[in-house]
């Protein structure tokens, strides 16, 4: 018979299992064209905001998954802090929630991810996808008027990705904690 610690790591690996196996078959639906450009994973709190900035040009797609909890996504071109009151884009779904941003959407990009206060954390996987299939030059010039090369945009600062990876990092380290003392007591 097993223990009551090897019975609840036994729920958590199928409960992680049964999650990689829904991310998985969402890869699937995703078209050819799509290309894409950044996985973000994160955790936050019931009734909190976490912001990210998007720079990169075109027609981008935001596709996230609540991994626990429900995570909703709120996006403007106006303001870099969208919330449920100021954003002209929203998904606000129980499961997976997509926005696709338009290319004349002004850069940068606020994007807004809120915790909804029906569960205490959420985790979530925002993948981003820039969409191949819009022709920003109908002419078929590889430059935009002003002679900037369009391939050398870039979708995040570098110093906003370290700041994201080490944000990340901390979260799983914090995650890992709870888990063991959820275990040992």
Same mark, same amino acid.
């Given at each position: 018979?097993?223990?009551?610690?090897?019975? #609840?790591?036994?729920?958590?690996?199928?409960?992680?299992?049964?999650?990689? #196996?829904? =991310? #998985? +078959?969402?890869?699937?639906?995703?078209?050819? +064209?799509?290309?894409?450009? @950044?996985?973000? @994973?994160?955790? *936050?709190? &019931?009734?909190?905001?976490?912001?990210?900035?998007?720079? /990169?040009?075109?027609?981008?797609? %935001?596709?996230?998954?609540?991994?626990?909890?429900?995570a909703d996504l709120?996006?403007?071109?106006? !303001?870099? @802090?969208?919330? $449920?009151?100021?954003?002209?884009?929203?998904?606000?779904?129980?499961?997976?929630?997509?926005? &696709?941003?338009?290319? @004349? $959407?002004?850069?940068?990009?606020? *994007?807004? *991810?809120?915790? /909804?206060?029906? /569960?205490?954390?959420?985790? $979530?996987?925002?993948?981003?996808?820039?969409?191949? !299939? =819009?022709?920003?030059?109908?002419?078929?010039?590889?430059?935009?008027?002003?002679?900037?090369?369009?391939?050398?945009? /870039?979708?995040?600062a570098p110093e906003?990705?370290?700041? +994201?990876?080490?944000?990340?990092?901390?979260?799983? =380290?914090?995650? *890992?904690?709870?888990? =063991?003392? +959820?275990? %040992? $007591?």
């Amino acid at each position: 018979m097993a223990t009551p610690w090897q019975r #609840a790591l036994l729920m958590l690996l199928a409960s992680q299992a049964v999650v990689l #196996a829904q =991310v #998985a +078959e969402d890869d699937n639906d995703v078209p050819e +064209e799509w290309l894409l450009l @950044h996985v973000v @994973h994160g955790q *936050i709190g &019931a009734g909190n905001y976490s912001y990210l900035r998007l720079n /990169h040009e075109g027609r981008i797609i %935001l596709r996230m998954q609540s991994l626990s909890g429900d995570a909703d996504l709120y996006v403007s071109d106006s !303001t870099l @802090h969208p919330s $449920f009151d100021d954003y002209k884009l929203q998904s606000a779904t129980c499961g997976q929630d997509s926005v &696709a941003i338009p290319a @004349h $959407f002004q850069r940068p990009v606020g *994007i807004g *991810i809120y915790g /909804h206060p029906s /569960h205490q954390e959420s985790d $979530f996987e925002m993948k981003v996808y820039y969409d191949r !299939t =819009v022709d920003q030059y109908p002419l078929g010039d590889a430059y935009s008027s002003d002679g900037a090369d369009t391939g050398q945009k /870039h979708a995040y600062a570098p110093e906003e990705a370290s700041q +994201e990876e080490e944000s990340v990092l901390w979260t799983i =380290v914090i995650s *890992i904690l709870k888990l =063991v003392l +959820e275990i %040992l $007591f």
